[in-house]
């Protein structure tokens, strides 16, 4: 067997997802983890080999540009619906990751696949993100928060009509880590036909 199993059932249950209050704010993560990380996203299973993701990273001054950005976004269209806390939030939790990285679905200029198809490819890809940010030790989180859903977001993210901003995924180092996971027996979701 080339691969351990042991090892690969053991990456996947230490994956957890971390929130900026946790990061090492100011401790970088070096470009090349991260672009090793998005090679691995890239290689998601896909339908017809569409590769749907398109990923735009953040970091040095581009993390203040994202948190200037959506803070001023919410700010313009929440309207009696702000809260102070949530807008202090979305301009300072940038700032407390390494990289933010911008999760896109770019949609087939054919429209050959169905969208949902598309979104889980792109769902696929930030796994393949999570674990790679657990193997080198690091801390990551997927986002829907934030200007996520609002289309007055997309230009800023290069995004078309038909594309998709499905959130974000934080990246740092970690200072404080979260909690050992767990889950339900898998015999309670799992039925078998024999």
Not at 13 to 23: D, E, G, H, L, N
Not at 32 to 55: D, M, R, S
Not at 56 to 65: A, S
């Amino acid at each position: 067997m080339k691969f351990n199993p042991k090892e690969i059932n053991e990456l996947i249950k230490a994956r957890r997802s971390t929130f900026p209050a946790q990061y090492d704010a100011g401790k970088k993560v070096d470009d090349e983890i991260v672009k090793q990380i998005l090679e691995n996203a890239t290689w998601a299973p896909n339908h017809g080999q569409t590769e749907p993701w398109k990923f735009v990273v953040f970091t040095g001054e581009g993390l203040q540009k994202l948190a200037t950005f959506q803070a001023e976004l919410y700010k313009k269209e929440a309207g009696e619906n702000f809260k102070e806390a949530t807008y202090k939030n979305l301009s300072a939790n940038p700032l407390k990751a390494s990289h933010v990285i911008a999760l896109c679905v770019k949609r087939d200029p054919n429209k050959k696949f169905p969208e949902v198809e598309e979104i889980a490819a792109v769902a696929c890809a930030v796994q393949n993100m999570y674990l790679t940010v657990t193997a080198y030790g690091l801390g990551g989180y997927w986002t829907t928060g934030g200007v996520t859903y609002k289309q007055s977001a997309k230009e800023f993210f290069g995004l078309g009509e038909a594309d998709k901003l499905l959130g974000f995924f934080y990246l740092a180092h970690i200072a404080t880590p979260s909690p050992q996971g767990k889950r339900k027996p898998v015999d309670e979701k799992v039925e078998w036909i024999r």
